[in-house]
């Protein structure tokens, strides 16, 4: 059983910063993948980035150059750090853990794993 844990989230003014943080525990195997995504009132949950165990990213359009996410291997960790933030970034985070990353010709993906879920993290983005 893995247990998925987000962090970091907040209420932040418009061009503001923050980093969520995902932790991972009780697996015994290393965690290939991560994923961030995120899900707005009344809207579908979309990934925001994915990363993999070497570190290949990829990005929703709408935050390319804005949000990086990284990991830490040795600690089962994942990062998302979010800066020049906008109203539209308001939602509840989610990190996604051992999905899967591919790469096709239109682009990367990640699908995520069901079970690997962690409990979301509230970003509010407001003047």
């Known amino acids: 059983q893995v247990h998925v844990v987000e962090s970091g989230g907040g209420l932040v003014q418009p061009g503001g910063s923050l980093r969520l943080s995902c932790v991972a525990s009780g697996s015994m195997f290393s965690i290939n993948a991560w994923g961030w995504y995120r899900q707005a009132p009344g809207k579908q949950r979309d990934l925001v980035a994915a990363i993999t165990s070497t570190e290949m990213t990829t990005y929703a359009d709408a935050v390319k150059g804005r949000f990086t996410i990284s990991r830490d291997n040795a600690k089962n960790t994942a990062f998302l750090q979010m800066n020049n933030l906008k109203t539209e970034d308001t939602a509840v985070y989610y990190c996604?853990?051992?999905?899967?990353?591919?790469?096709?010709?239109?682009?990367?993906?990640?699908?995520?794993?069901?079970?690997?879920w962690g409990q979301g993290t509230q970003v509010t983005v407001s003047s």
């Open positions: 996604n853990a051992a999905g899967d990353y591919g790469c096709s010709g239109s682009g990367c993906y990640y699908v995520p794993r069901d079970d690997y």
